[in-house]
């Protein structure tokens, strides 16, 4: 089974315009993604509408593939990157170019669900929301959260609070529940080449796996 890691990167952002190429440490947080995405030795490219953004990604040694600017969400654009590169890859995993300290061992559990399960055709990694936070964090609209059954299948993606607790007040929900928040790194096959299963409709009722626990305390989604 093969797999390409592309990472999306726009230039244009209402919240932060260039985000991508923003230093951290001397160094631009995409080059950051990639050096990470690198270690787990699977390929990877930067899928961007953007020719600095490509530029400072080729300069740095890695591949980087132009896409369209018109794209509503870094799904499209990671589709329409599979395509221009003509890739033969079996599963794409998708890491957002904002993650330069994502841990590789997160993205290689993502490969090993597909390798034993190779039924699955969609998979993410989810982490249990901290209490300590308050739900104040929970409430959050930038955490996207999950409801999964016992098996690791997910029910329900939203960013409102669920489960809703019904005839509890809001401040003792986090003792009743185990809420998990989606951690944004998903894994999709595809189909042979140069058309995808398509994937830009998430069917959260997907053929599963079941869940799993890896290194870096995240449990697995699909």
């Given amino acids: 089974m093969k797999f390409v890691v592309l990472i999306p990167a726009r230039y244009e952002s209402s919240r932060f315009p260039g985000k991508p190429l923003a230093k951290i440490g001397g160094e631009e947080m995409i080059i950051r993604v990639c050096r990470q995405v690198d270690k787990t030795g699977l390929p990877l490219a930067v899928a961007t509408d953007n020719d600095l953004i490509a530029q400072t990604v080729r300069n740095a040694g890695f591949d980087a593939v132009m896409t369209a600017s018109s794209h509503r969400s870094g799904t499209e654009r990671v589709e329409e990157a599979y395509r221009n590169l003509r890739s033969d890859a ?3 995993i998708n890491v957002q170019g904002d ?3 994502i841990d590789p061992r997160q993205i290689l559990s993502l490969s090993d669900i597909f390798k034993k399960n190779p039924d699955t055709e969609i998979a993410t990694l989810a982490r249990p929301f901290d209490p300590a936070l308050g739900f104040d964090a929970l409430q959050d609209p930038n955490l996207v959260k999950v409801v999964m059954s016992e098996q690791g299948r997910a029910l329900y993606f939203s960013r409102s609070v669920i489960p809703f ?6 401040q003792i929900w986090l003792e009743k529940v185990q809420y998990y928040i989606i951690h944004i790194l998903a894994s999709m096959p595809t189909a042979p080449r140069p058309s995808p299963r398509s ?14 626990n890896n290194s870096a305390g995240f449990r697995m989604v699909s």
């Fill in 99 to 101: 993650e330069p300290f």
């Fill in 165 to 170: 607790v019904r005839n509890t007040p809001t």
């Fill in 199 to 212: 994937f830009l409709s998430l069917p959260h009722h997907s053929k599963p796996s079941k869940a799993s």
């Fill in 90 to 92: 079996d599963v794409i």
